[in-house]
């Protein structure tokens, strides 16, 4: 346990020379009553928080080090009025580092001997509430115009504003919670742009472009747009999340939907038959008319590959439609061409079965990567195992980083 302010350790547990005689937390209320003259009429309007007080009482004895003037003169530095707002930090006996920030009052001494002092110090806070020492924060990728839910867990014990960190390529993000509120932009980010919201008053929404000056965004899409009630209830919860734009589909013929020259069997895919076969499914597909079939044979897997250009340090979802043929799954593969490194090294895709079914992930492009390659592989068990292949999607993906504090009305 200890107490701090402006980063300096004012007690700690088991301080010889330090005795935290008593601390008091005080979080007052100012109601408002509009006066009308006639005390029957008067009119209740509203109620505030005032100022919260933070009281300690901590009793100094001299040191082998320091004599008690010393002492009071650290104290009263420590305390000067020309600090201005600082943080109290404070870990009491649940063990939770609190931090609360305010101003401190002018010292009171008491008891004071050439051996020891009692000093009483007051101090103020505007904003009445303490809060955790670290934020808290969830992250989710956009998915383009399909919905989807960033998951958080406000722990503390009242509602905390939220700050959003956006980070491109997006078009027009919208983020809301429930029917409480939403944040919407007219904004369409590029790769490596970023976007910063602050809810707290004065709220804020800065543009770090990947290119050029920092600017603060106005261009809010709609009116229902607020910032002043973007906060996170108590508890556990969501926020929604959905652009206004879909992201380019950066596999080309990806439903396998177009044969090619025969090599290779289908456009814009390469082919390495290996041992086995590559053939185009015209009955078994997941859409449109056609999907890929691989039978492995007695050697070298077959398989399908397709590059195409990505940005490093982007985040890209991928997914593709696959079944078996009732024993024997196929298996992919995600290749960095720039550097010759697998992103997604060669793997199993767990459907086996006789029923298509998605595979979904994600993958951040690696530094300096500007070239993606997907596979496509057969099975790696012989005597004619067959895998099929669909639906191909790699896609740029927005990120949302949600950050929030868990505050509490009482240090307890």
């Known amino acids: 346990m200890y107490l701090k302010f402006n980063t300096v350790t004012l007690w700690q547990d088991n301080m010889p020379y330090a005795e935290l005689v008593s601390e008091t937390d005080l979080n007052g209320r100012v109601n408002t009553i509009e006066e009308l003259g006639d005390r029957t009429l008067n009119i209740y309007r509203d109620t505030k928080a005032d100022n919260r007080t933070y009281t300690v009482v901590i009793k ?101 504003w939220v700050r959003l960190d956006y980070e491109g390529p997006l078009d027009d993000p919208k983020v809301s919670y429930a029917t409480d509120w939403e944040i919407e932009f ?22 770090n472009p990947a290119v050029g000056a920092n600017y603060f965004a106005y261009g809010y899409r709609t009116n229902a747009t607020s910032f002043r009630l ?64 691989l039978t492995t044979g007695a050697g070298a897997i077959p398989n399908v590959y397709q590059a195409f250009a990505v940005t490093p340090g982007i985040t890209y979802g991928y997914s593709f439609w696959t ?47 500007v070239s993606m390659r997907i596979y496509c592989y057969g099975s790696t068990n012989l005597a004619a195992a067959i895998a099929y292949f669909d639906d191909w999607s790699v896609v740029s993906r927005g990120i949302l980083t949600a950050y929030w504090y868990n505050q509490y009305e009482s240090i307890a």
């Open 60 to 160: 100094f004895g001299m040191t082998p080090r320091l004599s008690i003037q010393q002492i009071m003169t650290w104290w009263e530095e420590t305390h000067s009025q020309y600090n201005g707002e600082c943080v109290i930090e404070r870990q009491p006996e649940s063990g939770k580092v609190l931090q609360l920030l305010a101003v401190a009052e002018t010292p009171q001494w008491s008891d004071v001997t050439a051996f020891r002092a009692t000093v009483t110090q007051i101090y103020t806070a505007a904003n009445p509430l303490w809060r955790e020492s670290t934020e808290s924060s969830a992250t989710e990728s956009f998915l383009g115009t399909t919905p989807t839910t960033l998951a958080f867990n406000n722990e503390g014990s009242v509602p905390s």
């Open 323 to 369: 079944r078996g043929d009732g024993a024997d799954e196929g298996q992919y593969r995600i290749y960095d061409v720039t550097n010759a490194a697998d992103i997604v090294a060669t793997t199993g895709t767990g459907i086996s079965g006789a029923v298509y079914t998605q595979v979904t992930g994600e993958v951040v492009a690696p530094a300096g990567c």
């Open 230 to 293: 973007a906060k996170l209830p108590v508890g556990a919860g969501v926020l929604d999340m959905v652009e206004g734009l879909d992201h380019t589909e950066l596999v080309l013929n990806p439903g396998f939907e177009t044969p090619g020259a025969l090599p290779p069997t289908f456009q814009s895919w390469n082919d390495f038959a290996g041992a086995g076969t590559i053939i185009d499914e015209v009955v078994l597909f997941h859409s449109g008319a056609h999907a890929v079939r």
């Open 186 to 207: 007219d904004l369409n980010l590029v790769a490596d742009d970023a976007l910063a919201v602050s809810a707290r008053t004065p709220a804020t929404a800065e543009v």
